[in-house]
């Protein structure tokens, strides 16, 4: 499962296999859908870009993506 570390607050956000994000800070946890729904959980708000990056829409294998350098 993929996870990442907030830069800022140091939270923990879990792609869940449901594709659901599971969040956890200083002990508590919360669990959103991508559009930053909460499901369930103490904590009742998490980061939307985190939301998307971690659950949103992705392109399909294989897609090529120019960059500009």
Do not use: C
């Not at 959980?41 to 993506?65: C, K, N, R, S, Y």
């Amino acid at each position: 499962m993929p996870v990442l570390k907030h830069p800022l607050s140091g939270a923990l956000y879990t792609l869940r296999a449901d594709g659901l994000v599971e969040v956890e800070n200083n002990g508590l946890k919360g669990v959103f859908h991508f559009n930053g729904r909460h499901h369930s959980g103490d904590i009742t708000f998490a980061d939307p870009h985190m939301l998307l990056w971690m659950a949103g829409p992705q392109l399909p294998e294989g897609t090529l993506v120019r960059r500009n350098r």
